[in-house]
């Protein structure tokens, strides 16, 4: 499963992870894995493409002490949540 979602540095304090095609939990648990191997400050863009994900993973990342910094609808069923730790 982790082969094609890993994490991509994007730039200094930036980086991206793409879950597209996984349903819950596998893109929460990947953000949080994620989350874990980043800097205080670092930024983490996730895309996704599982609803209810959407709905469940900003919560989640508020919840841990992350700041939810904006939630993006990109096209039909994709979208982008960027998360600072």
């Not at 990947?30 to 800097?39: D, P």
């Amino acid at each position: 499963m982790e082969g094609k979602f890993n994490l991509q540095k994007i730039d200094e304090k930036r980086y991206s992870l793409d879950v597209q095609g996984l349903a819950c939990p596998y893109p929460q648990v990947l953000v949080m894995k994620a989350l874990a191997n980043l800097s205080p400050k670092d930024v983490l863009e996730i895309i996704l493409d599982n609803p209810p994900s959407i709905k469940d993973i900003p919560p989640t990342l508020k919840d841990r002490g992350h700041q939810v910094l904006d939630i993006l609808h990109l096209d039909a069923g994709k979208w982008k949540i960027v998360v600072q730790k």
